[in-house]
């Protein structure tokens, strides 16, 4: 049974920050594109940072240079490190690993910016 497991989600104040974590289990996490999606309400679920199993990444332009990605193949684990957060990056944020036609979610943790 595969499982992504989201946590590291909560309040924080604009400009500060805020580490996710997502847990895999059930697939072979070395060989899986692992994603982070947000949605924020009224909005169309969006691509926020992608991690290619050899490692490479991307990024929304509207996080980069504030959000890094990566991963841990030895803990099947892949983290999203958020700084300078602003009110618009407010969402739920979503897990996904995906390899061909295999595509897994978590399910979510929230992310609030505000002061």
């Known amino acids: 049974q595969v499982q992504l497991v989201e946590s590291g989600g909560g309040l924080v104040q604009p400009g500060g920050s805020l580490s996710l974590s997502c847990a895999a289990s059930?697939?072979?996490?070395?060989?899986?594109?692992m994603d982070w999606y947000r949605q924020a309400p009224g909005k169309q679920r969006g691509l926020v940072a992608s991690?290619?199993?050899?490692?490479?990444?991307n990024y929304a332009d509207s996080v980069k240079g504030r959000f890094t990605i990566s991963r841990d193949n030895a803990k099947k684990m892949v983290v999203l490190q958020m700084n300078n957060l602003k009110p618009e990056d407010t969402a739920v944020y979503y897990c996904?690993?995906?390899?061909?036609?295999?595509?897994?979610w978590g399910q979510g943790t929230q992310v609030t910016v505000s002061s």
């Open positions: 996904n690993a995906r390899l061909n036609s295999l595509n897994y």
């Open positions: 059930g697939i072979t996490f070395s060989v899986y594109v």
């Open positions: 991690i290619t199993s050899g490692g490479s990444t």
